[in-house]
């Protein structure tokens, strides 16, 4: 059976509690050579105190560990928690990988980066100017039909932000596909500060929220051609 850890449905984890239970296809009872293989990995310098403030990072995030019993009070953003721990790792140099869509969001968040004394390097994914005819899209398939768009370029974003020589990579909403690119050729740590949702404000587990309710179509429809999807998203 394959491993599939979305499908465990024990109380005590294995992966948990080292007297915890795993199904069959737990991948901590059944992969151990491959997990020791892993914490060899963590040993290398250029592995070990990253892990370890990540960690460190991790359990700053709540509020009150001391108290008994302890209940989760979780207390810092995802903003604050990227800038602490790019001050913990000594990083002085951030690049941010955006899309063109949220320029006003990366602007901000330079600031704040800025005030915070780091330098930034911000790159839009649509740098270089290439139409979209370069990459072999034809005029129906163009967002605005019958315009000159620029195509959206991860590929030179990551090689503009090696170049750079930035500390830090942060990625902010590329598109699904183009951050795939994007971290195929980018250099050094890389985090996600936010993803691309066009719906829900960049929010994308707003629809897992609410996939019984508001957005139940999700757990109903079959996935087909783009005509088929459209036709049913668009269908009332």
Not at 106 to 131: D, M, R, W, Y
């Amino acid at each position: 059976m394959e491993m599939n850890c979305v499908k465990c449905r024990v109380t005590d984890k294995l992966c948990r509690k080292p007297d915890g239970r795993g199904p069959e296809f737990c991948p901590t009872k059944r992969k151990k050579s491959i997990i020791e293989e892993s914490l060899k990995e963590y040993e290398k310098p250029e592995n070990s105190e990253f892990a370890r403030l990540a960690s460190v990072q991790e359990g700053e995030c709540y509020a009150n560990r001391n108290v008994k019993p302890y209940m989760m009070e979780p207390v810092k953003t995802r903003i604050v928690e990227t800038m602490e721990f790019a001050h913990k790792m000594g990083y002085k140099r951030l690049g941010i990988a955006f899309c063109g869509g949220v320029t006003q969001e990366a602007g901000v968040l330079t600031e704040i980066f800025e005030k915070h004394g780091f330098e930034v390097v911000g790159v839009s994914c649509k740098v270089g100017g290439v139409p979209k005819e370069r990459i072999g899209i034809k005029e129906e398939e163009k967002i605005n039909i019958g315009t000159y768009e620029s195509m959206c370029n991860p590929i030179a974003q990551a090689m503009l932000l090696n170049d750079a020589r930035v500390d830090l990579n942060i990625m902010v909403c590329l598109c699904v596909g183009h951050d795939s690119l994007f971290l195929k050729y980018i250099h050094g740590p890389t985090t996600v500060l936010a993803v691309k949702d066009r719906v829900t404000a960049h929010n994308p587990l707003a629809p897992v929220y609410t996939s019984h309710s508001y957005y139940q179509r999700l757990q109903k429809l079959e996935m087909g051609s783009d005509e088929e999807m459209k036709a049913r998203l668009t269908a009332k």
